[in-house]
């Protein structure tokens, strides 16, 4: 599989955050799954932002990590495994998929790739000069007999020429993309034969009536009279039974291991049959000739090898053999959790800034790995509301924590505002934001740049806050009312 990186941070927006609709949707679909498994909506809202914003962004991934609640390593290992997430900017218009697979490759998709080549770039997952175009090579779309096929976003176009994909790459580099039938292009019903249908093509209405016009049964059976009173030629519980009156079934005639008299009955017959297989001797009329029964294999082995367990039933001194050695030998080796053996030399002190961080090269050659009481890996692991290291953030000096906010509140006055239509700020974030006492837009707009500098440092957002203006965007969802007795 290859290596799948996210764009370079020159393409990456600075923040995201779903429309009204999509955040709905959103909110929607992670509640179908138990409280408690809800990060399973990771795969639908990662499409869902994909579909509003045509690739997977950085902000889109810390997006969803903060509104499920998620290490944002879990959400990228995600976006990254599969496929199906765009990680760079694609045609704003189309992102064609040419499917590649053997089927489609024997009925053309190489002409196809060409017309990619030559109407949007010369390489996959590049946009062309106006950025309205891009295509790749996938696997496997699904529609096999319709070969060779594209997808165009999530709509499939089937049974191409080269000239009919070209036709269609027109139409959406005109903007006309919408008007383009999808399905099969050549003018079939879904997947039917070309042609049309060569079987099943009319119904059983004249062989039923020619069968009526006859009096006789359907299929060829033969007949069983047509009238009350007449007989029935067969039997109910002899009809549909094959013929037994072949010379093969003859009962008379002479077989292999049968009886002599032929007049024998069945059972009687079956009965001397046994009886000549058991004379016959071990195999004879048998499935492989196996037996029951101890056949002495593992004793025989254990002499010959002198391989006696110390589990062995009546096992002693005399007979226990040099597996018992072995096993011994084993047991001593084995260090206790309980005790630590004397031979066994300390670990050393573990240097600084080791490169190995195992940790092998700090323990002595004799000690077992098992006794190494350190270990690099003491972390927690990254928290909720970590985040992209990016080289468009700005170093934050050590110094520079800036000034706590004085507008801080022991609870709202009235009713809270909802800081979730700040962008950037999720569910998460705003209940962070109303722990530390923030309420209102009205108190987030009169903050100071250093007053700010110390939320997003309380956050650890890493200027996520300055650089998405907070600030600027409170001032403007300040309303009269809310800025009114609140205000400092």
């Known amino acids: 599989m290859s290596v799948r990186r996210l764009a370079d941070d ?27 498994r809800q ?17 997977v962004t950085k902000a889109a991934i810390e997006h969803v990590a903060d509104m499920l609640e998620m290490p944002l390593i879990r959400v990228l290992e995600v976006a990254t495994f599969y496929t199906q997430f765009q990680l760079k900017p694609v045609g704003t218009r189309a992102h064609i998929q040419v499917c590649g697979t053997t089927p489609c490759m024997l009925r053309g998709a190489e002409d196809l790739k060409a017309v990619c080549r030559s109407k949007i770039h010369a390489e996959p997952f590049h946009r062309n000069d106006a950025g309205t175009l891009s295509w790749e090579e996938v696997e496997c779309l699904g529609a096999c007999v319709n070969a060779p096929m594209v997808m165009i976003f999530h709509d499939a176009y089937e049974d191409l020429t080269p000239e009919r994909l070209e036709e269609i790459i027109d139409e959406f580099e005109a903007g006309r993309g919408g008007d383009v039938k999808t399905g099969p292009q050549n003018g079939r019903h879904e997947s039917v034969p070309i042609g049309g249908l060569t079987t099943l093509k009319g119904d059983y209405d004249d062989l039923v009536a020619d069968q009526k016009s006859q009096g006789g049964p359907a299929n060829g059976a033969p007949s069983q009279g047509s009238g009350a009173g007449q007989a029935i030629s067969t039997p109910p519980s002899k009809a549909g039974r094959p013929d037994t009156a072949a010379a093969e079934t003859n009962p008379t005639i002479a077989a292999p291991g049968k009886a002599g008299d032929a007049s024998v009955a069945q059972g009687a017959e079956k009965e001397e049959s046994d009886t000549l297989v058991a004379e016959a001797g071990p195999g004879a009329g048998q499935t492989g000739g196996a037996r029951e029964g101890a056949t002495g ?44 053996p004397d031979d066994v030399p300390a670990v050393q002190e573990r240097k600084a800034g080791s490169a190995d961080l195992t940790g092998r090269d700090q323990v002595s050659p004799g000690e077992p790995e098992g006794l190494r009481e350190h270990t690099s890996d003491t972390s927690p692991g990254p928290g ?42 999720g569910p998460v974030i705003e209940a962070k934001l109303n722990g530390l006492g923030v309420f209102h837009f009205w108190q987030i707009a009169k903050w100071r740049e250093t007053e700010l500098i110390w939320v997003d440092d309380y956050l650890n957002f890493r200027g996520r806050a300055v650089r998405e203006g907070w600030i600027e965007q409170a001032k403007v969802l300040a309303t009269p009312s809310s800025s009114g007795s609140g205000e400092r």
């Open 297 to 340: 294999e593992a004793d025989r082995d254990a002499v010959e090898a002198n391989q006696v367990s110390a589990d062995t039933p009546g096992a002693d001194a005399s007979t226990k053999g040099n597996l018992a050695a072995k096993e011994g030998a084993a047991e001593a080796a084995v260090v206790q959790d309980a005790r630590r």
């Open 10 to 36: 020159a393409f990456q927006p600075h923040g995201f955050a779903f429309t009204d609709e999509n955040a709905a949707w959103a909110q929607a679909t992670i509640r179908k799954y138990p409280s408690e």
């Open 39 to 55: 990060q399973s909506a990771v795969i639908p809202l990662l499409m869902r932002a994909q579909d509003q914003e045509g690739w």
């Open 384 to 425: 909720n509301a970590d985040h992209f290291a990016s080289k468009a953030e700005p170093e934050a000096a050590p110094a520079q924590v800036g000034d706590k906010p004085s507008d801080l509140l022991d609870a709202p006055q009235g009713d809270k505002d909802d800081l979730k239509k700040i962008k950037g700020v």
